[in-house]
């Protein structure tokens, strides 16, 4: 099905913009260009996500191997209408909102309370978040919704004005995806956004035996082999290239210092790549890795410290029973911000 116009989307209580319309695809090339010529290569994650990557990473969701979802949702599940009470009605932002399905929980507990209020789902993958907030619409009628597509930063300094209290949600540990000093820009840029009385709800992966979160990322199935590979796919579309897959393979590895998994491309021969659109040819040797991800895995006091460092002081945190994962839940104070 054919996503309508932006001009389409809208009525009385749904909304969808597009945050990267007017841009080309060279300015989103130049992470790319960047990446490709660096040593080692790395390209950055955003590109997992068309829509057969989206469709790839629900199925990733589902995998036995894959405790990270499930073990989340559990604790939501327990926790929610917890957060509901504590925080009264709010607006939500959702950052990397997906299918929204763990947010339906929250969804849920807060049209309970009977009063209307606003959705903000953030996703880069436009087809994936039009039809999950056209589902969420129909299916919750005091929920209005304003679907922002685009990057995290893009949304979080694009944001439109609220005289209502805010809970900006950031689950799936998709935070680990950010290195130590992107996770503390992204801190220090939330700090400047949200108002002092405003939440901050956070989901993390904890360190964990090496083998369980090993097996998280080379699933039997090879389903997390092919949602590695179709990020070259999605570079083939979007910028003319010529990458051949089947001269690639998946890698998913610890690394036991900086506590993250690392996936990577390993060519199997060597060759050349080119993008047209970038203008860009690359060499590959044999054995050479892209780095496509990293996945950090966090200790919980460790977090609860770095957020009170940007003013977000930790109302109260959630675990499973096994320690494998945490949702935090943080108040921005009342205080001066810098």
């Not at 932002?93 to 049209?111: H, M, V, W």
């Amino acid at each position: 099905m054919i996503i309508p116009n932006p001009e389409l989307l809208s009525d009385a209580r749904f909304e969808v913009k597009y945050l990267d319309s007017h841009q080309t695809d060279a300015r989103e090339g130049e992470d790319v260009i960047r990446g490709l010529t660096s040593s080692p290569k790395t390209l950055p994650p955003k590109y997992f996500y068309d829509s057969k990557g989206s469709e790839l990473f629900e199925r990733i969701c589902q995998l036995p191997e894959y405790y990270l979802t499930r073990t989340e949702t559990a604790i939501i599940t327990a926790a929610c209408e917890e957060i509901v009470t504590i925080t009264g009605v709010c607006e939500l932002i959702e950052l990397g909102s997906g299918n929204s399905q763990k947010t339906r929980l929250f969804l849920s507990a807060y049209e309970s309370l009977g009063k209307p209020w606003r959705y903000i789902p953030i996703d880069v993958s436009r087809e994936t978040l039009y039809y999950s907030a056209l589902k969420l619409c129909h299916d919750y009628p005091l929920l209005s919704i304003l679907g922002l597509v685009g990057t995290i930063e893009q949304a979080l300094l694009q944001l439109p004005p609220s005289c209502h209290k805010r809970m900006l949600i950031f689950l799936g540990s998709t935070l680990g995806n950010f290195t130590p000093d992107e996770t503390e820009e992204f801190l220090r840029l939330l700090r400047q956004i949200l108002n002092p009385g405003d939440y901050f709800l956070l989901g993390i992966d904890l360190q964990k035996p090496i083998d369980i979160v090993e097996k998280a990322y080379n699933d039997n199935q090879g389903v997390t082999a092919a949602f590695n590979l179709n990020i070259l796919s999605h570079l083939n579309w979007r910028f003319e290239g010529n990458f051949d897959l089947s001269l690639f393979k998946h890698q998913a590895v610890y690394n036991f210092e900086k506590h993250q998994i690392e996936m990577y491309l390993q060519a199997t021969e060597s060759h050349k790549v080119r993008l047209n659109k970038l203008n860009l040819e690359i060499s590959f040797d044999e054995g050479e890795k892209i780095l496509t991800e990293i996945s950090r895995k966090f200790n919980l006091q460790n977090m609860i410290t770095l957020l009170a460092k940007y003013d977000l002081n930790t109302v109260k945190f959630w675990t499973d029973k096994d320690n494998w994962f945490a949702l935090i839940l943080s108040q921005l104070k009342a205080t001066n911000l810098c």
